[in-house]
T-cell receptor
Framework: DTGVSQDPRHKITKRGQNVTFRCDPI?????LYWYRQTLGQGPEFLTY????????KSRLLSDRFSAERPKGSFSTLEIQRTEQGDSAMYLC??????????????FGSGTRLTVV | TQLLEQSPQFLSIQEGENLTVYCNSS?????LQWYRQEPGEGPVLLVT?????EVKKLKRLTFQFGDARKDSSLHITAAQPGDTGLYLC?????????????FGKGTKLSVKP
């Protein structure tokens, strides 16, 4: 068990460019979550998957954001036409469905996005 | 409006001191969790409290869940520099979906040697 892996760790992009982040959850975890964290704030929920199905999306997730988990394993989060306000740490977490959120999530180290 | 309010926002103390940080809400939670986050890293789960009035201990850390399941506290005894970090509480909100946790803004703790 190597934990939750996120790639890249850091990304600097110019405003207007598209970026894609990858998350590899713990292999036996069927739930995968994306959160965004800005400076001085706690993580804010973006979306989550159970296996390959995207079950919920936050209203924070504008049309420029899309997430996939095609085979129920790794997930990608794409941001199109990035804006400076998208600069944040993007965190991925995973858990076992049967254990529910009350048993906690395992987070990755995050991808730090800077839009210049 | 922040569903979970954490206080204080910042805390700077000397090694060996005791401290308590708080996580409060007007809403009821099925469970509350505490995480610690270091700069540039993801949060790491410390504990989950589920039952109203529950107290859990993890070495020098004591966690308590309020009787009404609306608030929680974290007490650290004889703080050490290694306790430095951002302490986040997160709730499994009964009024929300079953798929996500709601986080507070955190308490940034600095323990000086």
């Amino acid at each position: 068990d190597t934990g939750v892996s996120q790639d890249p760790r850091h990304k600097i992009t110019k405003r207007g460019q598209n970026v894609t982040f990858r998350c590899d959850p713990i292999s036996e975890h069927n739930r995968l979550y994306w959160y965004r964290q800005t400076l001085g704030q706690g993580p804010e929920f973006l979306t989550y998957f159970q296996n390959e199905a995207q079950l919920e999306k936050s209203r924070l997730l504008s049309d420029r954001f899309s997430a996939e988990r095609p085979k129920g394993s790794f997930s990608t989060l794409e941001i199109q036409r990035t804006e400076q306000g998208d600069s944040a740490m993007y965190l991925c977490a995973s858990s076992l469905r049967d254990r529910g959120p009350r048993y906690g999530y395992t987070f990755g180290s995050g991808t730090r996005l800077t839009v210049v | 409006t922040q569903l979970l309010e954490q206080s204080p926002q910042f805390l700077s103390i000397q090694e060996g001191e005791n401290l308590t940080v708080y996580c409060n809400s007007s809403s009821v939670f099925s469970s509350l969790q505490w995480y610690r986050q270091e700069p540039g890293e993801g949060p790491v789960l410390l504990v989950t409290v589920v039952t109203g009035g529950e107290v859990k201990k993890l070495k020098r850390l004591t966690f308590q869940f309020g009787d009404a399941r609306k608030d929680s506290s974290l007490h650290i005894t004889a703080a050490q520099p290694g306790d430095t970090g951002l302490y986040l509480c997160a709730g499994d909100w009964q009024g929300g979906s079953q798929g996500n946790l709601i986080f507070g803004k955190g308490t940034k703790l600095s323990v000086k040697p």
